[in-house]
């Protein structure tokens, strides 16, 4: 089993839609959760981070996170153009002494 | 503008070549790490920097050599590089190793290697 798992993509949706990314991990023992988004040809950058369970908003941002079902997901309303970026679910894995792990990646297109 | 500064931007190197990429953060984050990054994958680990130490090597080939001279710099010393080893290399930083701080890490814009 992966440490990080992302939902599949790639992700479509139009301008102004709900996106909604997901994200799944491995081990029960981390309490920190981070979202980054990855431009084409660019670095990470963190967008989101949370650590209690339930949602966290910022702007046109929400994260959720459910630490009994070891989930947690990125919600992106209002959806831009310019949102259209990979977005990395990222947490500390005890496996590599809590350094932080990344999944996959889901890559997010905007049509407008 | 990125808080994490690496360079150079880019860079095209022979095998038998030696060149060295650096990185430089004055958040006084006290953990600086390497990370790996090819096409169309996320990042992967390679390096672990905690005060000045080097506290994880992701069991990662020889010819790959980090170096930490001060709490601000580090640096990757590249020799005998094979072409897949071509890819995007990033820094990053962070307040402490522990994985407990919730600000997570902080990229530079990456060095993006060719090995020719």
């Known amino acids: 089993q992966k440490e990080v798992e992302q939902n599949s993509g790639p992700l479509s949706v139009p301008e102004g839609a709900i996106a909604s990314l997901n994200c799944t991990y491995s081990?029960?023992?981390?309490?920190?959760f981070f979202w980054y988004r990855q431009y084409s040809g660019k670095s990470p950058e963190l967008i989101m981070f949370?650590?209690?369970?339930g949602d966290k908003e910022d702007g046109r941002f929400t994260a959720q996170l459910n630490k009994a079902s070891q989930y947690v997901s990125l919600l992106i309303r209002d959806s831009q153009p310019s949102d259209s970026a990979t977005y990395l679910c990222a947490v500390p894995y005890s496996g590599s002494a809590r350094q932080l792990t990344f999944g996959s990646g889901t890559q997010l297109t905007v049509l407008p | 503008d990125t808080e994490v500064t690496q360079t150079p931007k880019h860079l095209v190197m022979g095998m038998t070549n030696k060149k060295s990429l650096k990185c430089e953060q004055h958040?006084?984050?006290?953990?600086m790490y390497w990370y790996k990054q090819k096409a169309k994958k996320p990042p992967e680990l390679m390096f672990v920097?905690?005060?000045?130490?080097?506290?994880i090597n992701e069991s990662v080939p020889s010819r790959f050599s980090p170096e930490c001279p001060n709490s601000s710099l580090l640096n990757l010393h590249l020799h005998a590089l094979q072409p897949e080893d071509s890819a995007l290399y990033l820094c990053?930083?962070?307040?402490?190793?522990?994985?407990?701080?919730?600000?997570?890490?902080?990229f530079g814009s990456g060095t993006r290697l060719t090995v020719v």
């Open positions: 958040m006084g984050h006290r953990a």
């Open positions: 949370i650590y209690s369970n």
């Open positions: 990053a930083s962070s307040q402490d190793s522990t994985g407990r701080s919730v600000y997570g890490y902080t």
């Open positions: 920097y905690s005060y000045e130490k080097l506290s």
């Open positions: 081990d029960r023992g981390s309490q920190s």
